[in-house]
């Protein structure tokens, strides 16, 4: 119980820039849904998603590695400086490469007249992969205060820009042009930008939090280990092709809807799409969390005779706090979520949600089992079930998108069932191989139970659905307080026993 006390309390300190910067993050998508078309706002998304592409070749394993190797070696700065200097040089290697041939880049992604957007986010790319290895390091001297800091001065800085170049800059050149701060606005605002100015808070970000890890990259030997780092490489190598294969299964969606759909649709729908998926924000929020504590906190837990035994047990409650997010999310979002969050010409979309919630749920139980393979240094497995889900992911998005008016199937809406059949498979998967070489005694019954349990309390929701808003919310709130009361009725005695251990 003590070494998930932990757990819970490191997924809380890192989940501090997460949940907040996700939730102040999230602010802006409320700014774009109502300052962009959503023809902008899908290329926006374009663009992101080749970037999440780029960024896990860029890291290529290496924080995995980082963690793995530091157990192993007990040379810290060793591990740090070998890991540190490779990202450096390939990051150098990348952006060099894109620079000299970013006109080449646009042509190639359809976006010819703005191979600015390519030089950009080669910088973005470069900056993030270079504070990758730090950001681990921070980890790994268990100073989450440190790492919670920079990442929400990252976010922030990133806000405020936004908002600057979005709001205040149009406003104080509509109203005050002659006056003073209007003449020093119009010396550093374009009026025909709008996207751009999405892509340069990001840059600018990106180079502050670089910026605010050099103490760390100051630790840094400057003498690489070859032998270190060709081990480091066979470990991480299969991971790579696990990440890539991961970011088909994430993102190349919004980028098969834009290259499949209809061209005078497909930015349209790729921006009603993106925009519904970000109310998985709740989800996506306590996973991203869970993932940064969870990876240092299971190699650790390794060592001890419970290991699989908190495993397990960490599982049970992991499955009632998604189960939980996700009847949450669905019972309050006609009330509260879409009307706050996203602007009403994206709400045809909102049909993807619950589908796209329940994905995103079964990608947190993978992510949750996929340890047995990086415990066992077994990480050629986590390619191969990356692999099947982006056979999944393509095969499906290519059937179910329509190539052209005539041949119109599902849309965005093939797009989210291949997702959820995607990372259900792979969590399917992962469980059934990972208890041949790793097995834990996980409560499938408690998961079944619990899932189950917050899909029915939904499904009433949609059936039974009073007019009035006030009757409906305090009719939701009432499905919400059986699932917690169940919940308590069921856990309550496991918690009183280990309790009184």
Known sequence: MTAIKRLAGQTAIYGIPSVLGRILGYLLVPLYTRVFLPGEYGTVNVFYSYAYFFMVILTYGMETAFFRFNEHEKDLEKVFSTGMISLIISSLLFLIMVSFSAGDVARWIEYPDHREYVIWFAWILALDATSAIPFAYLRAQNRPA???????????????????????????????SGTLPGRFISLIYRPHWGIEYIFISNLIASSLTLVMLLPQISVVRWKIH???????????????????????NETFDRLLLRYLLPKDIASYQVGIYAACYKISILMT???????????????????????KEVYARIMDYFIITVSLIFLVTMLFLDDFIMPVLVGEKYWEGKGVIPVLMMANLFLG?????????KLTAKTSWGAWLSLVGAVITLVLNFWWIPLSSDHLIYGYYGSAWATF?????????????????????YNLVKFAGYLGLSVLLYAVSSVIKPELSVLRIGFH??????????????????????SNR
């Open 421 to 441: 059949i995607c990372y259900g498979s792979m969590m399917i998967l992962s469980y059934l191989i990972g208890q041949k070489y790793f097995p834990v005694k």
């Open 226 to 248: 070859p032998d270190l780092w060709k081990r480091m490489l066979l470990y991480a190598f299969p991971l790579l092709f696990a990440g890539m294969a991961g970011v088909v």
């Open 146 to 176: 440190r790492f919670a800091w920079i990442k929400m001065t990252n976010i922030t800085v990133n806000i405020v820009l936004n908002l600057f170049f979005l709001l205040l800059c149009p406003f104080i050149i509509k109203h005050y």
């Open 365 to 373: 139980v993978y992510y949750n089992l996929s340890i047995w393979y």
């Open 285 to 307: 929020i306590f996973i991203q969390a869970y993932k940064y504590a969870a990876e240092p906190f299971f190699f650790a837990q390794a060592k001890e005779k419970d290991a």
């Open 477 to 498: 709130t009432i499905l919400l307080l059986i699932f917690l009361g169940i919940v308590y009725l069921v856990e309550k005695p496991s918690i009183s026993i280990v």
